[in-house]
C-alpha cells in the first residue's frame, strides 16, 4: 500500500512509526504529493499541519486516497469538516490509525456508489438526477438552449405488486428502464426517483412542442405489452412535465414543477401527460386540511403513542422501546406519519408535538418501571425533530420532562438523524455534550442515508447508531447492503458504540445480524409498533 507523506518544516515526518507493509515516499510540497497520488488507484497520505485549506485541496485532487492529518487537538474539526478522514496528536500513540483511515475510505466509496446509483435498475437516483439538472439548466443559460425535466409514474403499480408479486414488479421497474434507454438519447439523463417513480431529463430540447412530441413516444412505448414471468402486462403511466424557462432555470422548482404535474394527471384526461400549472390541485387541497387538522389534533385527542419493542439480538432480552406518534384523523382515519410528519415539520408544529410526546413517554415509562413491567435496564428513545435540536433551551425541556415524570436520565435515549446534527456540526456537538451531562444517551438514526463523514462520528458524544432499514432489509440477498451493514456495526463498535438495526423483517434476516456482532434490532419479526396496553404482553415474550 503507498503512503505518501508530507514533510513540513518543523520536521515531525522524521519520527514516523514503522509501518510494515507500506510503500513510503516522501515529499516537501504538496504539488509533487498531488502529481505522485494521480497515478494511484488508492493509497494513505498522512501530512503534518492544522492547514484545512490544504486538507481541502488534496482531498479535490485525490479523493480515492485516504487522507489523515497530524495536528494538536484544538485543530482536529476543522480538518474533520475540511475532509480529513482521520486526524490524530501524535501517530506514534495510535497503531490502528492508517487502517481506521482505509475501512472510512472504502465506506464513503460504498455510500457515494449508493447515493448515486439505483441498485435495482442501475439507473442515476435521484440525487444525482438532481445534480444533473442543476448541471444542465447552467448549461441551458450559457448555450441558450432548451431543457426540460419529465416525473413519470406508473399507473397503479401497488395492484400489479399484489397480482403478480413483489419479484415480478421490480422486473417490470427494471423493463421500464431497459425501454426508457432504448428509446432516448446518449445526451438525455434517466433516474429512479424511488418506488415507481422516474425521472427523464432532456438536454438540448428546442421548444416546448418537441418535449411533448418525445412524451407522446414514451407513452407509446410503455403502453406496449410486457412479458414479465411468463405473462403479458400491460400498464399505463402519468408524466409531468416542467420545462427550465418556465421554473425560472431553477433545479428545486423544476423537480417539485414536474412531479406536482405528474399528481395531476387524471385517469379520466384524453392525455397521459401535464405541462406544469400554477395552480392548486387536488393534493394541495388535501395537504391544507391536514395543516389546519394538526392544529386542533391535540385539543381533539387525535393523537396517539405507541411503541415498539428494542430486543437483543444475541440473547432475545427486551431492552427498550421506542416512541412514535399516530394521527387518527376523524375524516381520513390513520394518517401516516410519512404525510402528517413533514407538515408538522413545516408549520412548525413538531417542536409542540414533539415536547407533548416526550413528556407522555416518559411519563408512561416510568409507570411500567414502578410496575416492573420493564426491566430496570431497559430505555426509552424518543425522536428529536431538527427544530427540537436547534432549541436553546433544549436541555432544560429535558431536565423537567424528565422531573415530572419521575423518570431517570439513564432511562432516556434521544435519536436525531444525521442530517439533523450535520447541519451545524460545532453547535450539536455541543448540544449532545449538553445532553451526555444530564446523563441521557443519544443515538444516530438512520445512519447511513446522509451525507456526513464517517470522520466525525470518533468525535461525537454518542451512544447508539441505528442502521437505517435500507440497508437491513436485504442484507441476505444483496452483498453491497451487507458489506454496508457490516461496516458500520465494526466501525461502530471499534469506536465503542452499541449499534440497532431498524426494520428486521424475517429470522434469516436477524441471523445475519448475529454473525455481524449486531447488539439490538427492531422490526415486525418481533413486533409492530403496539399501544401502551399492549407491550407488557411483549416483554412477557422475552422472559
Given at each position: ?11 515531525q ?19 509533487e504529493l498531488?502529481?505522485?497520488g ?14 484545512d485549506v490544504?486538507?481541502q ?10 487522507l ?12 474533520l ?6 486526524v ?8 490502528g ?24 435498475t442501475?439507473?442515476?437516483?435521484r440525487h444525482?438526477?438532481?445534480d ?17 425535466l ?6 397503479r403499480f ?8 413483489l419479484?415480478?414488479?421490480d ?14 438519447r ?5 433516474a ?19 418535449a411533448?412530441a ?11 405489452p410486457?412479458?414479465i414471468?411468463g405473462r ?10 416542467e ?10 422548482n423544476m423537480?417539485?414543477?414536474?412531479e406536482?404535474a ?11 401527460y401535464?405541462?406544469y400549472q ?18 386542533n ?5 387525535e393523537?396517539?403513542?405507541v411503541?415498539?419493542p ?14 412514535l406518534l399516530?394521527?387518527?384523523?376523524p ?10 410528519i413533514p407538515?408538522m ?5 413538531i ?5 407533548w ?10 409507570f411500567?418501571?414502578q ?8 430505555k426509552?428513545s424518543?425522536n428529536l425533530s431538527?427544530?427540537q ?6 436541555s ?5 420532562a ?8 439513564q432511562h ?24 451526555r ?6 443515538a444516530?438514526?438512520?445512519f447511513?442515508?446522509?451525507y456526513?463523514?464517517l470522520?466525525?462520528?470518533?468525535d461525537l ?20 447492503d ?13 469506536l465503542?458504540l ?5 426494520g ?13 456482532g ?6 415486525f419479526?418481533y ?5 401502551a396496553?399492549e ?6 415474550r422475552?422472559?
Amino acid at each position: 500500500m503507498p503512503l505518501l507523506v508530507l514533510r513540513d518544516p518543523a520536521g515531525q515526518a522524521d519520527s514516523l512509526p514503522e509501518y510494515h507493509g507500506y510503500l513510503l515516499q516522501e515529499f516537501n510540497e504538496p504539488e509533487e504529493l498531488i502529481q505522485a497520488g494521480l497515478t494511484l488507484a488508492e493509497g494513505i497520505i498522512v501530512i503534518f499541519t492544522g492547514d484545512d485549506v490544504l486538507v481541502q485541496q488534496l482531498r479535490s485532487a485525490l479523493p480515492d486516497l485516504a487522507l489523515v492529518a497530524v495536528a494538536p487537538a484544538v485543530q482536529h474539526m476543522p480538518l474533520l469538516a475540511a475532509g480529513a478522514l482521520e486526524v490524530c496528536a501524535d501517530l506514534h500513540h495510535d497503531p490502528g490509525l492508517l487502517h481506521r483511515a482505509m475501512v472510512r475510505l472504502q465506506a464513503e466509496r460504498i455510500r457515494r456508489l449508493g447515493s448515486h446509483r439505483d441498485e435495482l435498475t442501475g439507473l442515476a437516483s435521484r440525487h444525482l438526477m438532481h445534480d444533473r439538472v442543476q448541471h444542465a439548466l447552467k448549461q441551458s443559460r450559457r448555450r441558450n438552449t432548451g431543457v426540460a425535466l419529465f416525473s413519470l409514474g406508473i399507473s397503479r403499480f401497488r395492484m400489479i405488486n399484489e397480482l403478480h408479486g413483489l419479484q415480478a414488479g421490480d422486473d417490470l421497474l427494471i423493463a421500464c428502464a431497459r425501454r426508457l434507454q432504448s428509446l432516448l438519447r446518449c445526451s438525455d439523463s434517466i433516474a429512479r426517483m424511488g418506488g415507481d417513480q422516474f425521472a427523464v431529463l432532456l438536454e438540448p430540447v428546442t421548444d416546448t412542442a418537441s418535449a411533448l412530441a418525445v412524451a407522446d413516444k414514451i407513452n407509446a412505448e410503455l403502453s406496449r405489452p410486457f412479458i414479465i414471468r411468463g405473462r403479458e402486462v400491460f400498464i399505463s403511466v402519468r408524466i409531468g412535465i416542467e420545462t427550465a424557462e418556465r421554473s425560472g432555470h431553477d433545479a428545486d422548482n423544476m423537480v417539485r414543477h414536474a412531479e406536482l404535474a405528474m399528481h395531476q394527471v387524471n385517469s379520466d384526461d384524453s392525455s397521459s401527460y401535464r405541462l406544469y400549472q400554477d395552480s392548486q390541485g387536488p393534493e394541495d387541497r388535501v395537504r391544507a386540511a391536514l395543516e389546519s387538522g394538526l392544529h386542533n389534533a391535540l385539543e381533539q385527542n387525535e393523537l396517539r403513542l405507541v411503541y415498539q419493542p428494542q430486543v437483543s439480538v444475541d440473547g432475545g432480552e427486551f431492552t427498550g422501546v421506542e416512541v412514535l406518534l399516530r394521527w387518527a384523523h376523524p375524516l381520513l382515519g390513520d394518517v401516516s406519519p410519512a404525510v402528517f410528519i413533514p407538515v408538522m415539520e413545516e408549520t412548525g408544529l413538531i417542536a409542540r408535538f414533539g415536547e407533548w410526546a416526550l413528556r407522555q413517554s416518559c411519563q408512561q415509562f416510568a409507570f411500567w418501571l414502578q410496575q416492573g413491567t420493564v426491566p430496570q435496564s431497559a430505555k426509552l428513545s424518543v425522536n428529536l425533530s431538527p427544530k427540537q435540536f436547534s432549541q436553546p433551551d433544549l436541555s432544560q425541556r429535558i431536565c423537567s420532562a424528565l422531573t415530572d415524570a419521575g423518570l431517570s436520565p439513564q432511562h432516556l435515549t434521544l435519536e436525531i438523524t444525521e442530517s439533523t446534527l450535520m447541519r451545524n456540526i460545532a453547535a450539536g456537538v455541543s448540544v449532545l455534550n449538553e445532553l451526555r451531562n444530564l446523563g441521557v444517551s443519544t443515538a444516530i438514526d438512520d445512519f447511513g442515508t446522509g451525507y456526513s463523514s464517517l470522520a466525525y462520528l470518533k468525535d461525537l458524544p454518542i451512544d447508539y447508531l441505528k442502521i437505517d432499514r435500507m440497508f437491513v432489509k436485504d442484507i441476505v440477498s444483496s452483498s453491497h447492503d451487507a458489506a454496508i451493514a457490516s461496516s458500520i456495526i465494526a466501525l461502530a463498535h471499534n469506536l465503542g458504540l452499541k449499534v440497532i438495526a431498524e426494520g428486521v423483517e424475517d429470522e434469516e434476516v436477524l441471523d445475519v445480524l448475529e454473525v455481524f456482532g449486531c447488539d439490538q434490532y427492531q422490526g415486525f419479526y418481533y413486533a409492530r409498533p403496539v399501544e401502551a396496553s399492549e407491550l407488557p404482553t411483549l416483554v412477557r415474550r422475552c422472559a
